[in-house]
């Protein structure tokens, strides 16, 4: 059981938009702590998507987009590619554990 | 900037294994670094990190210990007392970030394969 929660998956046909969302608590999202996103390709490195909420690291497309809102953060993908089909993770800090958590990642499907 | 993980393998419940990372294109020294792993059909786990200071999961405390050499550029995990559910893609990752609390990952190794089994 992760302590950010996510969907297991989400699914889009290409061109549409698609939202993932990341559900914290009061000791991490909710702590005002950041929360950073990562895409995964199985047998590859994770690769860092959004820092900071909503920043996008140089290289990544503007098509990818983070929000915060409380104790709960979004990532959004607006007009899906075949090669946006990944695993992808939120992230942040919990005062609780002391540690960094990060959620048990959402399979995006592109149809 | 490059880090690649080595020293994974196949380990016998219970037994010892140390994994390195080499890293480049950046000043080691001066960065936070960590260690996450992937357990089979699992989702990202954060393991380890150095700062200085060392901060370990509570899954992991009193049989893991993280360290550097930085003479060496090279991250290391001692991994003791292994048991089936130590079985993960090791991942070494760098921090970025100014205050710990908000410190992310902005680069990663491929990861080596620990697999403990009889």
């Known amino acids: 059981q992760s302590v950010l929660t996510q969907p297991p998956s989400v699914s889009g046909a290409p061109g549409q938009r698609v939202t993932i969302s990341c559900i914290g608590s009061?000791?991490?999202?909710?702590?005002?702590?950041?929360v950073h996103w990562y895409q995964h390709l199985p047998g590859t490195a994770p690769k860092l998507l959004i820092y900071a909420n909503k920043n996008r690291p140089s290289g990544v497309p503007d098509r990818f987009s983070g929000s915060k809102s409380g104790t709960s953060a979004s990532l959004a993908i607006s007009g899906l590619q075949a090669e946006d089909e990944a695993d992808y993770y939120c992230q942040s800090y919990d005062s609780s554990l002391s540690g960094w958590v990060f959620g048990g990642g959402t399979k995006l499907t592109v149809l | 900037v490059q880090l690649v993980e080595s020293g994974g393998g196949l380990v016998q419940p219970g037994g010892s294994l140390r994994l390195s990372c080499a890293a480049s294109g950046f000043a080691f020294s001066t960065y936070a670094m960590s260690w996450v792993r992937q357990a089979p059909g699992k989702g990202l786990e954060w393991v380890s990190t150095i700062s200085g200071n060392t901060y370990y999961a509570d899954s992991v405390k009193g049989r893991f210990s993280i360290s550097t050499d930085n003479s060496k550029n090279t991250l290391y995990l001692q991994m003791n007392s292994l048991s089936a559910e130590d079985t993960a893609v090791y991942y070494c990752a760098k921090y970025e970030g100014a205050s710990y609390w908000n410190w992310y990952f902005d680069f990663w190794g491929r990861g080596t394969l620990v697999t403990v089994s009889s």
């Open positions: 009061s000791s991490n999202i909710g702590a005002a702590y950041d």
